[in-house]
């Protein structure tokens, strides 16, 4: 089905087609429309227009509005203030506009079939170290942003750039050789080894080999010439890394799948995967004059990026040695997600404290010729996660919180909830709503709060009945779904026949809206847009539900709209919270 206009694109053309008559002079211009608390909409546009035309604002705001014939769509039109128009919509075209939105499995909202192709690269945690708090953002945003492209038409490249190359793995390698039991476990059970084992097995050699690499030198010696060995290629140095490698991807896959992510093998592209191209990426940037040598190493130079001491600061990236920097391996990532992936976007869901080092690398790869005008590389920057006291998130201990930590106590805290309001729900059902809600109360606080700004973890707010917390989202579709039981025989039907009362016009409204604010959310990267949205549906609803009765409403055909809005309502909180990675429970 095609995508169905909005009541504020038919208001638009109204006006235009107004303009267009009065003043055929001004049949560009845009009319400014927006949604107002004075009317539905407000018409700001004849003021510019006015200047332009050196005219009176008020006069020619009248003769726009005498210009626009008698229809179906517009209510009202008053001329206000200096040349304002507030706009009324009639009831009768809000309850079309729902139905024929209501009518489509998209609710109307529009599919770009000539979208282009953005790879992201999102949740990138580190092999054999656990995941911490400081992992949660990347993953969250990353996967969210990933189903809002999709569902808006844009074809998306998943891409999990872990970090599974780097010296330190000449130290757990060597201390592999030697003692060759460490990994050889089974699970307790005597079944597939679970996340928690992996992590714990990888944490106890991570332990025992960082000691003996800073007791014995002889050891340290062997370990520094395994690196040697494992860029050289040495297959048996490459068959205990893919050890450590599968080991930490049983881990990963735990705690994605905790939380509620689909994280598949072939996206899982770590930096050995661009090992191949990184002398060539060299090569390239070297003989093109875009990287120079700077006292032996291959260095890129910025006019705007200086040190403290005011001299040059270069992104390196190979160093004097030979060795590679991370430089290398990202500017090979982005050659290989343009030439390969036929990426038009890229996309990285990365700390914001990294913003200069993408900043330099993304120009290098314009100066390059990698990106162009057809190709754009965007860093979508997030800030850090803190504890109430507005300090990066520790433990009491001062240690990094363990992220399988923050989930399973999340869990605890909403399956306490759930118990408290449940009805007719067994232990199992308390379980497995607790996980869907302590999960999607962590992953909304992040995507309700815009991803540059920090956000404090407070776990009693998250998992609050009340207030912006997914909880309050979750519970009013639960709300919608158990009137929709109760409504026996009566069947949710559009009437735009009747009148509608001021909180129904306001939830109507705000339905007709999720067309253009999920075009708005993909556009600028900002999937928080989406969570206040649906926050403000709830809220109308609630509003909604407390002075419009349902069920109990005068006339057959009252209740029947009025559960056409409670569906309309419940679909698009669904579609949704589906797209921030969040379920609803159909009971709570």
Sequence with gaps: MASVPSLAST????????????????????????????????????LALAKQLKGNPRE??????????????????????PGFLNITVTDAAIVRTLAARAADARLGV??????????????????????????????????????????????????????????QFGMLIQFLIEHPHELDHKAEDGGEVSGEEAMSNLNRLYKASRALFDSDEEFKTRAR???????????????????????????????????????????????SGYNDMLVETCR???????????????????????????NPTPLIVQKSDGGFGYAATDLSAIRDRVRNLK????????????????????????RAGWLNDDVKAVQLAFGTVLGKDGKPF????????????????????????????????????????????????????????????????????????????????????????????KAGDARPAAHAELGLAPSERALGLHLDAFGELIAETAAEYAPHKLAAYLYQLASHYTTFYSECPVLKADTPQQVENRLFLCDLTARTLHQGMALLGIRTPERL
Aim: aromatic letters at 8%; charged letters at 25%.
């Design 11 to 46: 208001v638009q053309q109204r006006l235009a087609d107004g303009l267009s008559a009065a003043l055929p002079e001004a049949a560009s211009a845009d009319p400014l429309l927006r949604r107002s608390d004075r009317a539905d909409f407000q018409a700001n546009g004849i």
């Design 60 to 81: 020619l705001a009248t003769k726009v509005v005498e210009a626009i014939p008698e229809n179906d769509v517009l209510a009202e039109i008053e001329v206000s203030g």
């Design 110 to 167: 529009p599919f770009n079939e000539s979208a282009g192709t953005t790879v992201i690269d999102y949740a990138q945690p580190n092999v054999a170290k656990e995941m911490h708090v400081g992992h949660l953002r990347s993953a969250v945003i990353g996967a969210a942003m990933v189903e809002i492209l999709e569902f808006t038409g844009e074809s998306v490249v998943r891409r999990h750039h872990i970090g599974d190359w780097g010296t």
């Design 225 to 271: 010439a395994r690196v040697v060995d494992l860029q050289a290629g040495d297959e048996q140095t490459l068959a205990l890394w893919q050890r450590f490698v599968d080991e930490s991807k049983i881990y990963f896959y735990s705690v994605f799948d905790k939380l509620d992510m689909d994280i598949r093998d072939p996206d899982v592209v770590g930096e």
């Design 284 to 310: 390239l940037l070297e003989e093109s004059g875009v990287a120079v040598r700077s006292e032996g190493a291959l260095c890129v130079f910025f006019d705007d990026v200086k040190g403290p001491d005011g």
């Design 343 to 366: 990426a038009t976007t890229l996309l990285y869901v990365v700390d914001a404290r990294q913003s200069l080092h993408f900043k330099m690398v993304f120009e290098t790869a314009r």
């Design 394 to 485: 520790k433990t009491r201990e001062g240690e990094t919180v363990r992220l399988v930590d923050l989930l399973d106590e999340a869990i605890d805290r909403a399956s306490a909830v759930v118990r408290e309001k449940a009805q007719d729900l067994t232990e199992q059902e308390i379980a497995e709503r607790g996980t869907q809600v302590g999960i999607g109360a962590v992953k909304y606080a992040d995507l309700s709060t815009s991803a540059a700004r920090d956000y404090k973890f407070d776990l009693d707010q998250m998992v609050s009945l009340h207030g912006d917390t997914s909880v309050y989202l979750q519970y009013a579709y639960a709300r919608i779904q158990s009137i929709l039981r």
